[in-house]
T-cell receptor, first 114, second 110 residues
Framework: AAGVIQSPRHLIKEKRETATLKCYPIPRHDTVYWYQQGPGQDPQFLISFYEKMQSDKGSIPDRFSAQQFSDYHSELNMSSLELGDSALYFC?????????????FGPGTRLTVT | DAKTTQPPSMDCAEGRAANLPCNHSTISGNEYVYWYRQIHSQGPQYIIHGLKNNETNEMASLIITEDRKSSTLILPHATLRDTAVYYCIVRVVRDYKLSFGAGTTVTVRA
């Protein structure tokens, strides 16, 4: 079965640079979620989109922005990168929203900021 | 959201059942119990969820106490590939996000 696709899988950037992470949800899924997992930490919710509208927001820095496009893929844009942004970034997708809709996670993008 | 408490770690013998407890004593009536797991740096994987009845699927069983203040995830025949961090998460109805707390690191030993 098709899974969530994230690109790139690995990304190395320098401080103050920008990065764009992409997420392609499972076909027919209309909701996308972004999570950040720092080294040795648990995943933390950043932001979600349902039908191209922001649906929920977590601890996402102002330097980060995201959007969902008409084909339901999503991009997370990160500017003025800091060393602390080094983390695994997971995208998840679901069909519909709410508690009964399981989230399926992608393999993640490992971002290293030097 | 209600908070959950899980033991930080547990070992399990391969082929035996693994019983993972979770305490959610402040859970409210419209909150579901979800279980996810994360195998070393991979994306978290959905296991099972329930409201008040016991649930079973091809991966696991979920036993929720009658007062809903605790639950147990049962992996019936643990394999080495079940070694992972297991997260018990309580979600309110129409809550978009998953709030991952400190899960249980399960190590299955041969």
């Amino acid at each position: 079965a098709a899974g969530v696709i994230q690109s790139p899988r690995h990304l190395i950037k320098e401080k103050r640079e920008t990065a764009t992470l992409k997420c392609y949800p499972i076909p027919r899924h209309d909701t996308v979620y972004w999570y950040q997992q720092g080294p040795g930490q648990d995943p933390q919710f950043l932001i979600s989109f349902y039908e191209k509208m922001q649906s929920d927001k977590g601890s996402i820095p102002d330097r980060f922005s995201a959007q969902q496009f008409s084909d339901y893929h999503s991009e997370l844009n990160m500017s003025s990168l800091e060393l602390g942004d080094s983390a695994l970034y997971f995208c998840a997708s679901s069909y519909g929203t709410g508690v009964i809709n399981e989230q399926y996670f992608g393999p993640g993008t490992r971002l290293t900021v030097t | 959201d209600a908070k959950t408490t899980q033991p930080p770690s547990m070992d399990c013998a391969e082929g035996r059942a693994a019983n993972l407890p979770c305490n959610h004593s402040t859970i409210s009536g419209n909150e579901y119990v979800y279980w996810y797991r994360q195998i070393h740096s991979q994306g978290p994987q959905y296991i099972i969820h329930g409201l008040k009845n016991n649930e079973t699927n091809e991966m696991a069983s979920l036993i929720i106490t009658e007062d809903r203040k605790s639950s147990t995830l049962i992996l019936p025949h643990a394999t080495l590939r079940d070694t992972a961090v297991y997260y018990c998460i309580v979600r309110v109805v129409r809550d978009y996000k998953l709030s991952f707390g400190a899960g249980t690191t399960v190590t299955v030993r041969a």
